[in-house]
């Protein structure tokens, strides 16, 4: 039987699931009506793993780790036809886009006759791009001044060190109020997230270190994820395991049973920590405790 010592909840934690905060809309482009139920119907379908990240974490972390972005505003020529440009982006603390855009620009034109826009930010990764996590932030942009400028321009220049431009004259700082987002994590899984959700969510501090720790997991310690996979995860049978992923809250493996050369159909299987680890140090000491569990 797996551990459930390995589990870790998702319940409690801002924006999860589907968000039961829908009387907190606010605009246009508020979670629509018919998009709550329909996303409630997504996510009984697909239930989620073990100590998991919130939709609304996920999306909190894709935003912040993307550095370009797709911007659409309505046209202001073209009888209210979607306009969309790429632009470059960081995030404030509440995770709302800053872009710096030059008044000549034809999404500021058009942002300036309509302030409803949306932007667009996926994830990078190698593979079908259909089959990465995408979100979409809906809302509306205003330019900022004063104080909020200085402090979003410097988180601006944090993320784009080399952004010459913004000294320009005719460029201007903007950011999007977000009335609500819509999270896509590959093929099957998708939900909207409110604005609340979206911003009391926290990115994962663990995303700067993911590719390392993967990499590291599959090369050095393949026999551990193996024996993780049969003794805490119920697969006595598992012949192959690799680590496809790492949040702060646990990590999954892809098992496979049956002999060695001649493998079944993979698995995903779900491990959870124990308590939420924001570290690379803190996974080691993770890792090491459940190495001990199987060996005891």
Known sequence: ????????????????????????RRGDHAVPGPAIAETKRTLDATPGLIGE???????????????????????????GVPFGSL?????????????CLSDLAEHSRNLTADPRASVLVTEAGDG????????????????????????????????HP????????????????????R????????????????????????RPHRAGIVEHMNNDHADSLIGFCRV???????????????????????ATDGPAGNPGNPRAVRFGFDAVTDTPLGVRTAMIELVRRVRG
Do not use: C, N, Q
């Open 53 to 79: 990240p919130t939709d609304a974490e996920r999306a909190r972390t894709i935003v912040t780790a993307g550095r370009t972005a797709a911007l659409s505003t309505v046209a202001a020529d073209s009888g």
């Open 232 to 254: 805490l995860a119920g697969r006595p049978d598992t012949a192959t395991a690799r680590m496809l992923d790492v949040d702060r809250y646990g990590f999954s493996v892809l």
């Open 162 to 181: 080399d952004a010459f431009y913004v000294e320009f004259s005719d460029f201007r700082i903007y950011r999007l109020e977000v009335t609500s987002a």
């Open 128 to 159: 079908d791009p259909l089959a990465s996590g995408r979100v979409t932030l809906l809302g509306e942009v205003s330019v900022l001044a004063g104080d909020e400028r200085a402090t979003a321009l410097a988180s601006y220049k944090a993320v």
């Open 183 to 206: 999270f896509v994590g590959g093929f099957g899984r998708m939900s909207w997230v409110d604005a609340a959700g979206y911003a009391s969510a926290e990115p994962d501090p663990l």
């Open 87 to 99: 632009v470059a982006h960081a995030v404030d603390e509440l995770g709302r886009p800053l872009l």
């Open 1 to 24: 039987m797996p551990d459930p010592s390995v589990s870790a909840t998702t319940a409690d934690r801002p924006g999860d699931r589907l968000s039961d905060r829908a009387e907190d």
